[in-house]
């Protein structure tokens, strides 16, 4: 590759996984254009808890999983809730879901993440220096909490699996969570606390990365894709509707969008979406010291510079139903139960898609079809978390140089089915 003439690389999909790829390739000498439809932070990259989730091992279906499908379909206000409707078109996923739910499956996953999990931070080290990080990304610690003695039972089986991959992490009694901060006191009866497991807004981070994309001489183009022009098993040019874009390199990292461009390129992998709602607090009257998730009611509470940022719950609907906002009001109950002085004033209630296939597993890799296609999406629950290491796989591969761990596990070639769009 010439520096007079350098290679380019359209990088579709402007959230923290596309710009981590971008700027992984940027370093290596291409000529880098990202395209998104969005502002920076738009989408579920800066609309998600902000936790650099470094304790979280597991995939989404663990043993047991296929007992909760009745209630998923009938509580409307379960953790993962179906939207009936929806349900005849995602049958086929959620079939692979439960069959990801399976011990040995569940073991094999719980591998795969924590290899990607235990390179996470240190990959963001090297995407993001010193300058570009501060005032943005806090370092600290996390607590899981949980409230009851039968809640923090159930968890036994994610506990040692965490154990069995290594996860630093410190088990509490009430007295130890007390220990941590004042406010802890009487709150919870059980936690597991993650020392190093910083946070940041999330959408101050995805404007940092797109400074530091353009400072660095990235380029970002805010355009959706229209289509490809292709040669033979290469994609040549990336289309919009107002301009062409040539491309030696072409990588999809578009989250819950990719399947859609996937699909104009002759293939599908099973990737859906889980909808998560939020809500963000200008004044919430509580002032923790660290991210909390509260593990009876499955979502976390991250203070942030504008406040408090309450996030979880899933629902599987698609990307064209319309928002259930109930969902984000519970996250507001919920909280009360655990700090009942939460003030509410001024509350922004949000939803997001987090691209999810059925193993939990993203895709990181190149395309089935096309020698010069890289596909980076599906990361479910924790893509912020796992952006700057998926960055840096990819900037590998697209380089031929040797990936920082084996990719094997996130072949796009791993599904059974791998169907015609």
């Given at each position: 590759m010439s520096s007079a003439h350098p290679a380019r690389a359209v990088v579709i999909g402007g959230g923290t996984v596309g710009l981590c790829c971008a700027m992984h390739l940027l370093r290596r000498g291409y000529e880098v254009t990202v395209m998104d439809r969005g502002?920076?932070?738009?989408?579920?990259?800066?609309?998600?808890?902000?936790?650099?989730?470094?304790?979280?091992?597991?995939?989404?279906?663990?043993?047991?999983?296929?007992?909760?499908?009745?209630?998923?379909?009938?509580?409307?206000?379960?953790?993962?809730?179906?939207?009936?409707?929806?349900?005849?078109?995602?049958?086929?996923?959620?079939?692979?879901?439960?069959?990801?739910?399976?011990?040995?499956?569940?073991?094999?996953?719980?591998?795969?993440?924590a290899g990607l999990v235990k390179q996470a931070l240190r990959a963001w080290e090297e995407v993001l220096p010193p300058g570009a990080s501060e005032g943005v990304v806090i370092n600290g610690g996390h607590l899981l909490g949980y409230g009851t003695d039968a809640v923090f039972a159930k968890a036994a089986f994610a506990i040692e699996t965490r154990q069995r991959r290594g996860i630093d992490m410190r088990i509490l009694d009430a007295e130890g969570v007390a220990g941590l901060a004042p406010i802890l006191e009487g709150r919870f009866r059980h936690g597991v606390y993650i020392p190093r497991g910083p946070w940041a807004d999330p959408r101050l981070l995805c404007a940092a990365l797109t400074d530091l994309l353009v400072s660095e001489g990235g380029r970002r183009l805010s355009a959706e894709v229209t289509g490809f022009a292709q040669s033979d098993d290469r994609v040549t040019v990336v289309e919009t509707a107002d301009e062409k874009v040539a491309a030696d390199v072409v990588v999809i990292a578009a989250g819950a969008w990719s399947k859609h461009l996937t699909r104009m390129l002759g293939f599908a992998t099973p990737l859906d979406t889980e909808r998560g709602y939020g809500v963000d607090l200008p004044d919430p009257g509580v002032d923790l010291p660290f991210p909390i998730i509260s593990m009876d009611y499955h979502f976390a509470m991250t203070p942030l510079p504008g406040g408090l940022r309450l996030a979880g719950t899933d629902e599987l609907a698609g990307l064209e139903a319309p928002p259930d906002f109930r969902r984000a009001d519970r996250l507001v109950d919920a909280t009360r139960l655990v700090f009942p002085e939460l003030r509410t004033h001024g509350a922004e209630r949000w939803m997001?898609?987090?691209?999810?296939?059925?193993?939990?597993?993203?895709?990181?890799g190149r395309a089935p079809r096309h020698t010069n296609v890289y596909l980076a999406y599906g990361h479910g629950h924790i893509g912020f978390t796992l952006a700057a290491i998926t960055g840096e796989i990819v900037g590998q591969l697209v380089?031929?140089?040797?990936?920082?761990?084996?990719?094997?596990?996130?072949?796009?070639?791993?599904f059974r089915i791998l169907e015609r769009g």
């Open positions: 502002a920076p932070g738009n989408g579920a990259s800066g609309h998600n808890a902000g936790l650099f989730s470094v304790g979280n091992c597991l995939p989404t279906s663990t043993p047991g999983v296929i007992r909760s499908v009745p209630r998923m379909l009938t509580d409307p206000h379960s953790p993962l809730a179906i939207r009936w409707r929806y349900l005849p078109r995602m049958l086929p996923w959620l079939l692979r879901f439960i069959a990801s739910g399976r011990p040995a499956q569940v073991e094999r996953a719980s591998v795969a993440i997001s898609y987090r691209p999810s296939h059925p193993d939990s597993l993203p895709v990181i380089s031929n140089e040797d990936p920082a761990l084996d990719p094997a596990p996130f072949r796009p070639t791993r």
